[in-house]
């Protein structure tokens, strides 16, 4: 019950930004940011819940982006069927590859290769073939109607991602209270100990690389429609790969909130960043890198966990009051 | 068809290249010998290597081969540090942060090199860089023949530190039973650091002997770094023997690729093996240990 709560108040609050009148550049901010969420928690699912630390989450991102774009421009197909048919497309390309990778038993370090791999191929694939207009990449002809997915003002697409990403959570929420959210943390914990306790591994693995998957193409569907372009770096890159891993791990993985909190964060960092040195290339990804390696250091549970922490340290306090106060100084 | 000279000069071409692509994976397989742990700054640091190359020529006007008695030296002590203050402490242990913290380490390294230097490519002209002798009949660049000369010795020094010297008895200790190495007073850290240390000094020999025929940019790791990791999983991680014959296929494989298909598509032949071999036999071609 306090899950859902909670989820409600973050996605009241978050609604209402644009109505206190935030700007273009604001929103844009903060739909760049959303859209990191929804990557982000695409990649909790897997490797926060299931333990399975996939590093090339971009061959989700740029199967959705790309099924989105040339299903429209190449085959007239509806933006919003084409966004559907884009999410269900990721979800097949990630049920493939786990099907190939968890069949031969990948895990761990092997897993996160395997996976860095199928996103390179990809994106070599997408750089030459002529379907996805190779190097010069596709472009979404404007067309602004909604029934095109196209909209003049900003704050609408914000609230289409926003609700992605509530859904998102409500996801991870529903995982954290099912049996099959049971079973993927069991593999997590410990692969053998769960499979010897009558959970079918593999289906379990198979089923949250769906999820996951179909979580991270819908970001890409959104990508492609809100810039109107794609190309193989953009779509198949490992800087959405490490975008994917970096905000959960941020904010904490294997929480319903984490990938939220960490897309917030790191983005508002690169954005500092980018005040402060100016608009260089590489500095915000060098400061998201410094990131990674500090969290790991010193929050390995991230910006959920340091509040979890620093909840539980002042709630007592609060409760022994007055006998305690003077003891602690 | 191509006529069996052009064959022939590509295969030998390939397998020029390759001897130095396993320089690079005997590194990154060294480290995943003994430490267990895969690490993904190893391009990043190959292309730090470059760069400290490429000013030592452009500033003092070291000839890489000369460099190179300062270069891995140097790289030593760089890898030694790195995983005795900031990798080691920070991943404590889990194999999972070893590969967020090598991996945060790379794109810190990149990027700086990026805002830095730009994304501008840059190469060096030495005097021999295009030199070639004919060797019956293929014309092969000698900047590259002497590669591969330095590749082969090179792999016989390791050999011999890993078989010969109280080190390297240290280093097998610990990769096979690192409890037990500790038990019986080996420092574990130290020995880590060294064999990191080891691994990264090999990205500095590389570097000098990439750069007469090669250039360097802030990214160019990357197109080694699962080039490395591809000869590491054929060659059957941590063994080293592995490392020098995967290296020369994947340069065989890249070549004769790329020779038919072009080079785009020469680089994916090369993923494809990667993932052909890690789904059908991920201990490796060559019948490594797991």
């Known amino acids: 019950m306090k899950g859902w709560l909670a989820i409600l108040a973050v996605s009241a609050v978050l609604t209402c930004v644009p109505l206190a009148g935030a700007s273009n550049v604001t929103l844009n901010f903060l739909v760049v940011a959303m859209l990191a969420a929804l990557v982000g928690q695409g990649w909790n699912i897997l490797g926060g819940y299931g333990g399975q630390y996939s590093f090339g989450h971009a061959a989700f991102f740029g199967t959705g982006a790309y099924a989105t774009a040339i299903l429209q421009m190449r085959y007239g197909v509806n933006a919003w069927v084409a966004f559907g048919c884009g999410i269900a497309a990721g979800a097949i390309v990630g049920g493939i590859i786990g099907f190939l990778v968890f069949r031969s ?3 761990g370090s092997y897993f996160a290769l395997v996976t860095l791999a199928f996103a390179e191929v990809l994106r070599i694939v997408a750089s030459v073939t002529p379907i996805t207009g190779a190097g010069v990449g596709t472009l979404i002809k404007l067309d602004i109607r909604p029934e095109a997915f196209q909209f003049q003002s900003r704050a609408v697409y914000y609230w289409i991602i926003l609700l992605l990403v509530v859904l998102s959570l409500v996801i991870a929420e529903r995982l954290e209270q099912t049996r099959f959210g049971a079973r993927l943390m069991a593999v997590r914990e410990n692969e053998d100990s769960a ?53 959960p791990i941020v904010g904490g993985s294997g929480t319903v909130f984490g990938a939220l909190a960490g ?43 340091l509040g979890a922490t620093l909840w539980a340290r002042l709630r007592p306090r609060e409760q022994v009051g007055l006998a305690g106060s003077s003891g602690r100084g | 068809m191509f006529a069996p000279a052009i064959l022939i000069q590509a295969v030998i071409n390939g397998v020029l290249t390759g001897a130095v692509y396993a320089l690079i994976a005997l590194g990154l397989t060294l480290i995943y010998g003994v430490l267990h742990i895969i690490n993904f700054a190893h391009g990043a640091l190959l292309t730090v290597a470059l760069f400290a190359v490429y000013f030592a020529y452009k500033v003092l006007g070291l000839d890489p081969y000369v460099a190179v008695f300062g270069i891995a030296p140097l790289f030593f002590v760089l890898g030694y540090g790195l995983q005795r203050f900031l990798i ?69 020094l390791l050999w011999a530190l890993m078989k010969l010297t109280d080190t390297g008895k240290a280093i097998r200790a610990v990769a096979k039973e690192k409890l037990g190495a500790e038990l019986s007073g080996i420092d574990v850290a130290h020995i880590y650091a060294v064999t990191f240390g080891l691994g990264t000094a ?87 240990r797991a």
């Open chain 2, 202 to 288: 090999c990205l500095g020999i590389a570097a000098c002997l990439l750069i007469p025929t090669f250039y360097v940019n802030p990214t160019v790791g990357q197109s080694f770094i699962l080039v490395a990791f591809t000869i590491v999983v054929l060659g059957g991680m941590g063994s080293v023997t592995g490392a020098l014959l995967g290296g020369l296929f994947v340069g065989v494989v890249e070549s004769l690729g790329g020779l038919f298909f072009g080079e785009t598509l020469g680089q994916l032949s090369i993923f494809l093996v990667f993932i052909l071999v890690l789904l059908v036999r991920p201990t490796g071609l060559f019948g490594a």
């Open chain 1, 105 to 107: 038993g990948l895990k």
């Open chain 1, 263 to 305: 897309a917030l964060a790191v983005r508002s960092l690169g954005e500092v960043a980018k005040i402060v040195a100016g608009d260089a290339p590489g500095i915000d990804l060098a400061i998201y890198g410094a990131v990674l390696v500090a969290v790991i250091a010193f929050a390995p549970r991230g910006i959920v966990g």
């Open chain 1, 195 to 247: 499979r010897a306790l009558g959970v079918d591994v593999f289906a379990v693995k198979i089923g949250a690389t769906l999820l996951s998957a179909a979580i991270t193409a819908a970001a890409g569907c959104f990508y492609a429609q809100y810039f109107l372009f794609v190309d193989s770096s953009i779509a198949f890159g490992s800087r959405v790969s490490v975008e994917a891993l970096l905000a």
């Open chain 2, 88 to 156: 080691g402490p920070a991943a404590r242990g889990d194999d999972r942060n070893v590969m967020l913290v090598t991996l945060g380490l790379a794109i810190v390294i990149e990027n700086l090199l990026l805002y830095a230097f730009h994304a501008d490519t840059r190469t060096i002209d030495v005097p021999a860089g295009f030199d070639v002798v004919d060797v019956d009949g293929a014309l092969l660049g000698v900047s590259r023949v002497v590669g591969f000369a330095a590749v082969i010795v090179l792999t016989l």
